[in-house]
């Protein structure tokens, strides 16, 4: 049997060519997203979520879709015989670059036991939450006591409208639609992500939205002009749908332009970190692509530091981006102005004063909100039985 395609061979050496000039890179690397390639092996515990027979399992098939730094799901359960639910910080899955006090990565596990109190008051428990139960680890790092220990309670479970939006929620990494995001919207935002300990504010006022856009872009810069926190980001970079599912974690840059740019050798960390290259370009091009679509901000600020006020900006942040699915709107958090370490630390007391923060106080989470192009790019998560340990 004849096959009358053209023969691909020449075809393809050819489109290699062209995706390897720096003009056509630079121009389809910030769309890449959106037409991403997700392998369905990857995004498996999306459709498992809510499933299942044993209840603290199919409690935690939720938590694991939680929001996190890096998509590093930096978390690790034991299911002691009590019937409680014990939550750890995974010691393997940490940003010592960017997040050397791990703050990022604990807001991560108050997104996780949100969710899981959702999903338990979904099912008719009420999650009694402890956080820290064996002692606070210090500001420098998490350590191996137990993040919470969660029992589920028979009495008193409040189920929250809000967890409808648990399989739709998502984190906009592309630009926005370029339309305005009505004010009624940020105050029920505003609402929405503003609970005990966690106060959140937001702005639409043109100056104060420009000045946040232009910050993100300089913490931006800065992050990825610093070799070695570039490199984190770069060392979690899954490019390709082989390498996103068997990773399944941190940043994945998946679809045919992709993997034609990862054949032709434009992909490499080598490439990532060269300043002079097209890949590291793109990167410098990607946030300010974020910026004309962006012209509403929110931000979470906790009275207090400690770890329990970050888990409870985690949970609210969680709050936030569920209330926004059902509005229909998506947000992203560029949290690159939040982050301790010596090179940030002069724009970010710029941008501690444009919002205002005060002698004690920290400014947790930095969000954009914005309508979405088109329907979101899931992203990936381990399977459940890769989280739960003993
Ligand atoms: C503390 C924290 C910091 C984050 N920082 C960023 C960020 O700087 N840029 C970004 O695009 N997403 C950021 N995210 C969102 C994660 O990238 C996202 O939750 C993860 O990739 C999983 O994707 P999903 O939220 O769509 O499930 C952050 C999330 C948390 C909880």
């Known amino acids: 049997m004849s096959d009358s395609r053209p023969n691909p061979a020449p075809a393809r050496r050819g489109f290699i060519r062209i995706v390897g000039s720096s003009a056509v890179i630079a121009a389809a690397a910030p769309l890449l997203p959106a037409c991403s390639a997700m392998p369905d092996a990857a995004t498996e515990p999306w459709r498992l979520a809510g499933r299942g027979e044993d209840v603290r399992r199919r409690l935690l098939s939720w938590a694991i879709l939680a929001p996190n730094p890096h998509n590093l799901q930096p978390w690790m359960v034991e299911l ?38 959702m999903a338990a008051a979904a099912d008719g428990l009420r999650a009694e939450i402890e956080p820290f139960p064996a002692g606070e680890p210090g ?28 399989g739709v929620r998502t984190t906009w990494k592309t630009p926005f639609a370029e339309r305005a995001v009505g004010p009624e919207a ?29 910050i993100m872009v300089r913490a931006w810069d800065i992050e990825q002009r610093t070799p070695r926190t570039w490199k984190e980001s770069v060392d979690l970079t899954r490019v390709g749908a082989a390498e996103i599912a068997r990773h399944r974690d941190g940043i994945s840059l998946g679809g045919t332009m992709m993997e034609a740019l990862r054949l032709a050798g434009q992909m490499t960390p080598e490439k990532a970190m060269d300043p002079g290259s097209s890949y590291f370009k793109a990167g410098l091009d990607r946030v300010r692509s974020w910026v004309p679509g962006t012209g509403t901000w929110l931000w979470l600020v906790t009275p207090a530091a400690g770890r329990v006020p970050q888990l409870e900006a985690g949970r609210a942040f969680l709050r936030l981006q569920l209330q926004a699915a059902a509005l229909g709107l998506v947000t992203q958090p560029p949290s690159q102005v939040l982050q301790e370490y010596p090179e940030m630390r002069a724009l970010q007391r710029e941008f501690e004063a444009r919002v205002g923060q005060r002698e004690g106080e920290k400014v947790q989470m930095l969000v954009r909100v914005g309508h979405p192009t088109g329907q979101a790019v899931r992203s990936p998560r381990r399977a459940l039985q890769d989280v739960v340990r003993g």
């Open 80 to 117: 002691p015989a009590d019937g409680s639910i014990v939550l750890f910080a995974d010691p393997t899955r940490t940003l010592p670059m960017t997040d050397p006090p791990s703050r990022q990565l604990t807001l991560g596990h108050g997104a996780f036991l949100e969710l899981l109190s």
């Open 186 to 214: 940020l105050a029920a935002l505003v609402v929405a992500a503003t609970r005990p300990g966690v106060v959140a504010s937001g702005t639409q006022a043109p100056e104060r939205v420009a000045a946040l856009n232009d």
């Open 139 to 166: 500001p420098e790092r998490l350590d191996a006591r137990p993040v919470a220990r969660v029992r589920l309670l028979r009495e008193g479970a409040r189920p929250d409208p809000l967890f409808a939006q648990a």
